[in-house]
């Protein structure tokens, strides 16, 4: 049976790419054997997809990576509008549909936040539920993360999507004392109920791909997978 997540945030630029990174790297160091796949559902802008094409040996085509693609880099429904295109999701999801069947581990790069929308009636939240894909948020280590992670939490709730845990992740350097004051983990575990899996720390080098498979094997992956 393959095994699925779904990597979102509490926002744009949460650290969703260096986590779904890191988990690629820890899947291709330690189990060689397993046929890993990474899946970026719609992209607006450039970015994902190539990095995902050059950092792994995917034997993916950009567009089974990203199957659906826009140019502007703002959110779905308005780069559709801009392009005069629609988002057709019943693509996207046959797309990921035939990933799953040929890959032991699929990684699924959200867009944004979980809040974001996908169309104008949908938002990520809601493809997630929909679409049953286990999820973990990243929260990234900064003054509101409190408040973010529970608002965030709040909506994943109300949508119905289940919810693995959260990962806290370092967007730029921080110390152990800003750590434990911006994101105290017991305070944040006890307001949302949901488990903090770990901290990713700042990385210079954000391709060092051994790097980031001991940091992704610091954290409690058996909750995810």
């Known amino acids: 049976m393959t095994q699925t997540l779904l990597i979102t945030g509490t926002n744009t630029d949460a650290g969703k ?13 330690y189990y060689p054997q397993k046929r890993l796949g990474i899946f970026k559902p719609m992209q607006t802008g450039t970015g994902d997809w190539e990095h995902y094409h050059q ?48 890959r032991d581990v699929v990684l699924v790069e959200g867009l944004g936040g979980l809040g974001s929308p996908v169309t104008h009636e949908l938002t990520v939240a809601d493809i997630a539920r929909d679409w049953k894909l286990p999820s973990v948020i990243v929260v990234p280590v900064a003054l509101g993360a409190i408040a973010q992670s529970v ?6 709730r109300q949508s119905g999507v289940h919810l693995k845990g959260i990962v806290l992740n370092c967007v730029q350097p921080r110390s152990a004392e800003e750590i434990a004051d911006w994101t105290p983990i017991q305070l944040i575990q006890s307001l949302t109920q949901v488990p903090i899996l770990g901290i990713l720390p700042h990385l210079a080098d954000p391709t060092d791909l051994s790097k980031l498979a001991q940091v992704a094997s610091e954290l409690e992956l058996e909750r995810l997978f």
């Open 17 to 29: 790419t260096v986590l779904t990174t890191a988990l690629a790297a820890y899947w291709q160091t």
């Open 55 to 102: 950092q792994f040996n995917l034997d993916q085509t950009p567009q089974e990576i990203a199957p659906l693609q826009f140019s502007h880099p703002v959110a779905p429904p308005v780069a559709a509008e801009r392009e005069g295109r629609s988002i057709e999701l019943k693509g996207v999801w046959q797309a990921l549909n035939r990933l799953q069947q040929q």
């Open 151 to 156: 608002a965030t939490v709040a909506l994943a």
